[in-house]
């Protein structure tokens, strides 16, 4: 799948922040940056690239930290003065370290999802919906409970008469009836 070229230069790009990619047949893909913020989405960004790029193991701490920046280097760098850069942990022993230091304090996804309620649009609803899914494991059929529950109630009810399956279709359904009653 990946093919044996090295990777574009970055004056042939225009993208000079961007030391490090892999091509692919179908596209050039690029290793995430990390200041400190965003560590969850980020780690998931890393391993989706470590697949692609088929990255072995000895190297993923390595290429991460490489494209560190801001606080997220500042703490690497008293981090490797206290381990020794040749005792670098294992790239899942890695991000549980760095989970504990940039990771929400008393994080509580289920309960954020609990409270989640429609203000304004259907599609803003869902893009927080699914920021909060993201972070939790949840079969389906608990999504789509919990996403119908924090509709508005209007379009909660127009949507459970179609008895829908999953959070698409809901959201589907949710989502022409908010077009079809502007007012809402």
Not at 61 to 68: D, G, M, S, T
Not at 77 to 83: F, H, I, P, R
Not at 164 to 182: G, I, Q, R
Request: with cysteine; proline share 5%; glycine share 4%.
């Amino acid at each position: 799948m990946l093919q044996n070229r090295p990777p574009p230069s970055s004056a042939a790009t225009g993208n000079s922040s961007r030391p490090y990619s892999c091509n692919t047949r179908l596209a050039r893909l690029d290793f995430p940056r990390f200041n400190g913020d965003g560590i969850k989405n980020w780690i998931t960004q890393c391993e989706t690239f470590f697949s692609v790029d088929q990255t072995p193991d000895d190297y993923k701490v390595r290429l991460a930290v490489i494209h560190f920046e801001g606080k997220a280097l500042q703490w690497h760098s008293a981090y490797v003065k206290n381990v020794g850069i040749d005792k670098l942990p294992s790239w899942k022993d890695y991000t549980e370290i760095l989970l504990e230091r940039f990771g929400e304090v008393c994080e509580d996804p289920m309960a954020e999802l609990m409270r989640l309620r429609q203000r304004g649009t259907v599609t803003d609803y869902h893009n927080d919906f699914d920021a909060i899914v993201s972070r939790i494991e949840l079969s389906e059929s608990h999504q789509l409970s919990c996403f119908l529950g924090g509709l508005k109630l209007e379009i909660q009810m127009m949507v459970r008469m179609f008895q829908p399956t999953s959070v698409m279709k809901a959201f589907s359904l949710a989502k022409m009836y908010e077009n079809a009653n502007d007012d809402l």
